[in-house]
């Protein structure tokens, strides 16, 4: 069944779910939970994929559901529901892709959830590669948490590390240096505060729109103000 109208398609697949069983149901209930995922209606793609997994013959499709539910709650913002659910997994069943992506869950879910301890092991792994979004956002997750330790020198050496690796995901490498200013000015080391945050708003070439200039022009404001 296609559709130009999703929501159409989703009140169509759901009346083929409330039919029972059999194989036209299971490939139903995995098209409704895959449109309701992409509309960004988490609660409905999870009762999809929470049935799915209780009826789907097929392996792949069980292995769907299960990814999906751990999606599905993160996206929801259920933090610790994803956590469970991702604890659960066998992940050695996944593939390459949905194995990243269960480990980014975990790892972010536990940061979220300020269980900083659990996350951090996960966040260096998945931040050996930092070509990838995820990879980087790790990284910065690394970045933030010992910022908010106020261990600065760490800040320092992993931002730089964080640079030197050449990535291409600008967007993380500047939240990442706002946080390297941020630490200067903590320090009231208002001189390399400044100098950073004018470097970033120098170079940083914004591929979306992001708030990324509008945080560092804040920043400079107020340093303007202390310093007078």
Do not use: H
């Amino acid at each position: 069944m296609k559709s130009d109208k999703p929501e159409l398609a989703l009140d169509a697949y759901m009346k083929v779910m409330q039919q029972g069983e059999g194989s036209f149901v299971e490939l139903a209930t995995l098209n409704y939970a895959r449109i309701a995922y992409r509309l960004e209606k988490y609660k409905k793609a999870l009762e999809g994929y929470s049935t799915l997994s209780i009826i789907a013959k097929l392996p792949n499709n069980k292995t769907e559901a299960e990814v999906g539910r751990i999606n599905s709650f993160f996206m929801d913002k259920q933090y610790e529901n994803a956590v469970a659910e991702a604890q659960k997994i066998q992940v050695q069943n996944l593939d390459e892709s949905d194995r990243g992506r269960v480990k980014y869950v975990l790892a972010k879910s536990y940061f979220l959830l300020g269980e900083r301890t659990k996350a951090l092991p996960i966040l260096k792994e998945i931040a050996k590669n930092k070509a990838v979004p995820e990879g980087a956002e790790c990284q910065y997750m690394i970045i933030t948490n010992a910022f908010d330790n106020g261990d600065f020198s760490t800040v320092e050496k992993e931002v730089f590390a964080f640079s030197d690796s050449n990535t291409p995901q600008t967007y993380w490498l500047a939240k990442s240096f706002i946080l390297l200013g941020d630490s200067y000015a903590e320090r009231e080391d208002w001189e390399q505060a400044e100098a950073t945050f004018k470097s970033i708003l120098d170079s940083y070439k914004s591929t979306s729109k992001d708030d990324i200039a509008d945080q560092v022009k804040m920043r400079l404001s107020k340093i303007s103000k202390k310093t007078k």
